[in-house]
Nanobody
Framework: QVRLVESGGGLVQPGGSLRLSCAASGSILDINVMGWYRQAPGKQRELVASIGSDDITDYADSVKGRFTVSRDNSKNTMYLQMNGLKPEDTAVYFC???????????????WGQGTLVTVSS
């Protein structure tokens, strides 16, 4: 009933920029919190940035000042602008949304399939 699709990943040189998008589709009634996570090889998945329905944002210390999360509620879409990318930012980036869709009474978490970001010269 609900599908999240990430896009915008790829290969970029250190210091470069990328913009990730995560679009949710389906009979969505409301999206509360949205978040970006990443998982590097051999490491646990970690929270990168989140944005609430009130547009309050939160960032991992490692990306503060370089990454910016935003959302467009009219499109059920979240973005992650990544500037000043470093090799240690290399990971698969996943989006997660806490949402409610038509036919349900409660909110649940949904994940995208992930998009690979590689930072290398």
């Amino acid at each position: 009933q609900v599908r999240l699709v990430e896009s915008g990943g790829g290969l970029v040189q250190p210091g470069g920029s990328l913009r990730l998008s995560c679009a949710a589709s389906g009979s969505i009634l409301d999206i509360n919190v949205m978040g970006w996570y990443r998982q590097a090889p051999g490491k646990q998945r970690e929270l990168v940035a989140s944005i609430g329905s009130d547009d309050i944002t939160d960032y991992a210390d490692s990306v503060k000042g370089r990454f910016t999360v935003s959302r467009d509620n009219s499109k059920n879409t979240m973005y992650l602008q990544m500037n000043g990318l470093k090799p240690e930012d290399t990971a698969v980036y996943f989006c997660k949304m806490y949402l409610k869709y038509r036919g349900t009474l409660w909110y649940s978490n949904y994940w995208g399939q992930g998009t690979l970001v590689t930072v290398s010269s």
